[in-house]
């Protein structure tokens, strides 16, 4: 059974950093794309960053975020700094895994002062 984890949102000032966790089960993870979408209430989902052969970030990351994972520990991460009220939003983690896509739960992050 995939399961996916996300963890570490919470609320932040802007400028401030917050580091996302996904803990992943179920499927072999090295064989996996690992990605991070986001929705914000009343828009529509779309893609932070993906991570395959190569990696890929929405246009509005402007080098603020970054990608990783850890094969060993079976996680995927999204460091995130230099945050914006806009960047309020659900993230979710997702795996794509032979042709199948597998999301989290997803984790809020509330970007205010």
């Known amino acids: 059974q995939v399961q996916l984890v996300e963890s570490g949102g919470g609320l932040v000032q802007p400028g401030g950093s917050l580091r996302l966790s996904c803990a992943t089960s179920?499927?072999?993870?090295?064989?996996?794309?690992m990605s991070w979408y986001r929705q914000a209430p009343g828009k529509e989902r779309e893609l932070v960053a993906a991570?395959?052969?190569?990696?890929n970030y929405g246009d509005f990351v402007k080098g603020r975020f970054a990608i990783s994972i850890e094969n060993a520990k079976k996680m995927a991460y999204l460091q995130m700094t230099s945050l914006k009220p806009e960047d309020t939003a659900v993230y979710y983690c997702?795996?794509?895994?032979?042709?199948?896509?597998?999301w989290g739960q997803g984790t809020q992050v509330t970007v205010s002062s």
């Open positions: 997702v795996a794509k895994y032979y042709g199948h896509f597998y």
């Open positions: 179920g499927f072999t993870f090295s064989s996996a794309a």
């Open positions: 991570l395959s052969t190569t990696i």
